[in-house]
């Protein structure tokens, strides 16, 4: 038996302002798509923006339904709209967060196992990486490439 272990960097800023402007702006574009938010059931309300190799930014928010597992999460939505509206252009970073009742959550939300899935996808479709920006009340990561969010990524390309 061989023992391996797996090491994932990635940077944390303690507020938006701290961060480079155009993840900045991506960060602004995920919190304000927090508005379209539906999430009468869980009361999770979830923003994403994606942002193009254009730079063109497109939102998604977490979309519930009474026929549970109908929703869909604010990442798969912005993300699908992105490739829906844009197949020209592939996705360079995506940003998240998650808030309750108005308040963005302290610790940044981090996606679910579909999305990362689905990161991974578009990732690969681009042939580059794609990088991922969580966002907290009390601090935000961000991570270079999907793979440092779903290490061994399932691919049959």
């Known amino acids: 038996m ?19 402007p155009g993840d900045a702006e991506l960060c602004r574009a995920a919190i304000a798509a927090l508005d379209g938010s539906y999430a009468p059931y869980s009361h ?12 063109t930014v497109v939102k998604g928010a977490n979309q519930e339904n009474a ?6 999460c604010a990442e798969r939505t912005a993300m699908f709209a992105a490739s829906a509206q844009y197949p020209d252009q592939e996705m360079c970073s995506i940003a998240v967060v998650g808030a309750q009742e108005g308040t963005i959550c302290p610790e940044p939300a981090t996606p679910c196992g579909a999305c990362r899935q689905v990161m991974a996808q578009y990732q690969t479709r681009a042939g580059a990486p794609m990088s991922v920006i969580l966002i907290g009340g009390s601090r935000i990561w961000k991570f270079e490439k999907v793979d440092d969010v779903l290490p061994f990524i399932f691919d049959t390309i």
């Open 44 to 55: 999770f309300n979830v923003g994403a923006a994606v942002r193009l190799t254009d730079g």
């Open 67 to 72: 026929a549970y597992p109908s929703g869909i």
């Open 2 to 20: 061989i023992e391996r272990q797996l090491n994932i960097s990635y940077a944390e800023y303690a507020t938006i302002d701290e961060m480079e």
